[in-house]
């Protein structure tokens, strides 16, 4: 799943050379949407019933994907690559303190000092952009799938209708706002764009929300983002190998601090989890 996600970042660079911002957004959630509700319909996924799932499910799709997918894709077009796939994926750095406002998940001091040590490491990411609009807008990415996250831990429905309809519903509105402001799209449908806008569908979306809101529900915040911590190695790694994309000193420099904020929070929740399985032995 992380690797998915990480490597989405660079389809996405790619995807941008042949399709507006806005139209690629819009297409990779309608394509996810629709594979999903595919599945669900094969599944005979029950519905919710009542207004307050169905309001989650569109809250979701407007946060979640229509306001996080455009501010992802506007942050590829700003910065690097490799430094828009950590600044985007900065959730597990922005999720501990609602976790433990709302969900009574507190976090170990550990848990807070790596917070730190990888809010730090973002900084040194943004300081070469002069935290300019692809910084600002990586930013908001992730916290707008901070805010889809907290919400998809509520929905009770199944995670396949979820998925479905919060794509679907996210890139309606994407499409709305990309015809209203870009016109037709103007895209270039070769080889390569297909098979990018498959995989950023198919691999990249569908698979992994599903995957992503099963899990909300059921493990605890904090441990659960720690693992997307890896999504930017990823997201860095190949934009380095596929894109030869060359990182300054200072991107370089918050690159490994934020990823040795995640190595720290890993291994610090396998030993309070090991901790934890030794005391509860009779």
């Not at 730090?120 to 609009?133: K, N």
């Not at 908001?140 to 479905?164: H, K, Q, W």
């Amino acid at each position: 799943m992380t690797f998915a996600w990480g490597s989405c970042f660079v389809a996405i660079s790619i995807g941008l050379q042949d399709a507006p911002l806005l139209w690629l957004a819009a297409l990779r959630a309608l394509v996810a949407g629709a594979a999903v509700l595919l599945v669900a319909t094969v599944r005979r996924a029950p519905y919710p019933r009542g207004p307050r799932p169905w309001m989650l499910i569109v809250a979701l799709g407007l946060v979640n994907v229509a306001l996080a997918y455009a501010a992802m894709f506007g942050g590829v077009i700003g910065l690097s690559t490799g430094a828009a796939s950590v600044l985007a994926n900065a959730q597990p750095l922005l999720i501990l303190l609602p976790a433990w406002l709302f969900f009574r998940e507190t976090p170990a001091w550990s848990t807070l000092a790596a917070m730190l040590l990888g809010f730090a490491g973002l900084l040194l990411i943004a300081i070469p952009s002069g935290f300019g609009t692809g910084a600002w807008l990586s930013l908001t990415s992730a916290v707008a799938i901070t805010v889809g996250t907290l919400i998809a831990r509520v929905v009770n429905a199944d995670p396949f209708v979820v998925a479905a309809w919060q794509l679907i519903i996210g890139g309606a509105v994407l499409a709305l706002v990309a015809a209203i402001i870009d016109g037709p799209p103007a895209i270039d449908w070769s080889g390569r764009f297909i098979v990018v806008l498959l995989y950023m569908a198919l691999v990249g979306t569908a698979a992994t929300n599903v995957a992503w809101l099963v899990e909300v529900r059921h493990a605890s915040l904090g441990i659960l983002t720690t693992w997307t911590l890896l999504v930017p190695i990823f997201g860095v790694t190949l934009s380095v190998v596929l894109l030869q994309e060359r990182q300054g000193v200072l991107s370089w420099v918050g690159t490994v601090t934020v990823i040795a904020s995640m190595v720290f929070l890993i291994v610090a929740s396998k030993r309070r989890q090991h901790v934890a399985e030794r005391e509860s032995r009779p």
